[in-house]
């Protein structure tokens, strides 16, 4: 029987806070709704309380940020309403008509990870972290197992400013993961270094059950369109990941991949797409191996050029990587939702 999957990054938001989003617009092939019930669709997932688990691929999932506008300062309207979204999701409770989920949907989300400004430092990150708890909520601030704020549209430096390690500091003193969001394919190999040293930082001088957890979100989203792999960009990736690798609470989400690939690969079928980014795929397993590796669909930026069954195409893409690395029952396991449950320290 196969493993429950716990995906471990997904997007949800419904028709009506959609205009809230800062990347989308009225002409993007995301606008519009993408709650729980659309992600059930994309899934095959049926309700939790009659499904087997042959006809229920997904025991749980974690609701990452979906990019609120904010302005990095005191207005935090954008991200905070996320968080009310959120924790309609995780508690079922206050639902609203035509939003996309209902009260029995909750028992799949396992987790939340809100937008938080780190930048700012740990005096504002506290206050922020008050106001984001009042809004959830006991029940849904249970759910919150981390935050994220996007380092690939960053300025270089960002992440290695004395405020902002020490808003990491501080959540690993809370028991807060971060999830880290960089664009090596975009952005250069800059990026990855510096998050080599603010991992460094971050844990300088702290007790060791206080260190902040870091997932490093969509391998650090590599440039999939490289076919040499003599090139640079792919060598500097390479690097970096088993440099990654060595640092301490630090996990890898397999996610994120058919965003990087050219347009025509993503209409190719999972078996081509798997031959064609076997040498990431291969380079992340044996960096991180299955124990820090955790399954993510990034759905449903995932569907864009890929289509609606984007979610199974890339569940099976991952299967092929099992079969590749020859992973036992219990790495398999691992992947497809322990080390999610170890990470962000999920319950169910």
Same mark, same amino acid.
Not at 214 to 241: G, Y
Not at 274 to 281: D, E, R, T, V
Not at 321 to 338: I, T
């Given at each position: 029987?196969?493993?429950?999957?716990?995906?471990?990054?997904?997007?949800?938001?419904?028709?009506?806070?959609?205009?809230?989003?800062?990347?989308?617009?009225?002409?993007?092939?995301?606008?519009? %709704?993408?709650?729980?019930?659309?992600?059930? @669709? !994309?899934?095959?997932?049926?309700?939790?309380?009659?499904?087997?688990?042959? #006809?229920?691929?997904?025991? =749980?999932?974690?609701?990452?940020?979906?990019?609120?506008?904010?302005?990095?300062?005191?207005?935090?309207?954008?991200?905070?309403?996320?968080?009310?979204?959120?924790?309609?999701?995780?508690?079922?409770?206050?639902?609203?008509?035509?939003?996309?989920? +209902?009260?029995?949907?909750?028992?799949?989300?396992? =987790?939340?990870?809100?937008? !938080?400004? $780190?930048?700012?430092?740990?005096?504002?990150? =506290?206050?922020?972290?008050?106001?984001?708890?009042?809004? @959830?909520?006991?029940?849904?601030?249970?759910?919150?197992?981390? *935050?994220?704020?996007?380092? %690939? #549209?960053?300025?270089?430096?960002? +992440? $290695? &400013?004395?405020?902002?390690?020490? &808003?990491?500091?501080?959540?690993?003193?809370?028991?807060?993961?971060?999830?880290? /969001?960089?664009? %090596?394919?975009?952005? /250069?190999?800059?990026? $990855?270094?510096?998050?080599?040293?603010?991992? #460094?930082?971050?844990?300088? &001088?702290?007790?060791?059950?206080?260190?902040?957890?870091?997932?490093?979100?969509? $391998?650090?989203?590599?440039?999939?369109?490289?076919?040499? %792999?003599?090139?640079?960009?792919?060598?500097?990736?390479?690097?970096?990941?088993?440099?990654?690798?060595?640092?301490?609470?630090?996990?890898?989400?397999?996610?994120?991949? *058919? +965003?990087?690939?050219?347009?025509?690969?993503?209409?190719?079928?999972?078996?081509?797409? *798997?031959? !064609?980014?076997?040498?990431?795929?291969?380079?992340?397993?044996?960096? *991180?191996?299955?124990?820090?590796?955790?399954? &993510?669909?990034?759905?449903?930026?995932? !569907?864009? =050029?890929?289509?609606?069954?984007?979610?199974?195409?890339?569940?099976?893409?991952?299967?092929?990587?099992?079969?590749?690395?020859?992973?036992?029952?219990?790495?398999?396991?691992?992947?497809? /939702?322990?080390?999610?449950?170890?990470?962000?320290?999920?319950? /169910?």
């Amino acid at each position: 029987m196969a493993p429950p999957i716990i995906d471990s990054h997904i997007h949800l938001y419904p028709a009506s806070e959609a205009p809230s989003l800062a990347w989308l617009t009225p002409t993007h092939p995301l606008a519009g %709704q993408h709650s729980v019930h659309e992600f059930r @669709a !994309a899934t095959g997932t049926t309700t939790t309380t009659t499904a087997t688990a042959t #006809d229920t691929p997904v025991a =749980g999932f974690v609701v990452v940020e979906a990019d609120r506008r904010n302005d990095a300062g005191r207005d935090w309207t954008g991200p905070l309403a996320e968080v009310a979204w959120m924790a309609r999701v995780a508690t079922g409770a206050g639902v609203r008509a035509g939003e996309g989920h +209902a009260a029995d949907d909750a028992p799949l989300c396992l =987790g939340l990870v809100p937008w !938080a400004p $780190l930048a700012r430092g740990p005096d504002e990150l =506290g206050r922020y972290l008050e106001s984001a708890e009042a809004e @959830a909520g006991p029940a849904a601030w249970a759910r919150v197992k981390g *935050f994220r704020y996007l380092l %690939q #549209d960053k300025e270089n430096g960002t +992440a $290695l &400013g004395e405020e902002f390690v020490e &808003g990491l500091k501080m959540l690993g003193r809370k028991g807060f993961v971060f999830d880290v /969001g960089v664009d %090596q394919h975009r952005r /250069g190999r800059v990026q $990855l270094e510096e998050v080599v040293e603010m991992i #460094d930082r971050a844990h300088e &001088g702290v007790e060791e059950e206080e260190k902040v957890v870091f997932v490093l979100n969509h $391998l650090c989203k590599p440039d999939l369109t490289i076919l040499n %792999q003599t090139d640079p960009s792919f060598i500097a990736w390479r690097t970096a990941m088993f440099t990654l690798s060595k640092c301490h609470k630090t996990y890898m989400k397999l996610s994120g991949c *058919f +965003a990087e690939l050219p347009d025509k690969l993503k209409e190719r079928s999972a078996e081509d797409i *798997f031959a !064609a980014i076997i040498p990431w795929l291969a380079v992340v397993v044996a960096a *991180f191996g299955p124990s820090r590796i955790m399954f &993510g669909s990034d759905w449903p930026v995932c !569907a864009v =050029g890929v289509g609606d069954d984007a979610w199974k195409k890339w569940r099976k893409v991952v299967d092929m990587v099992c079969d590749m690395a020859g992973l036992s029952e219990e790495d398999q396991a691992m992947l497809w /939702g322990g080390t999610a449950k170890v990470a962000y320290k999920l319950e /169910g």
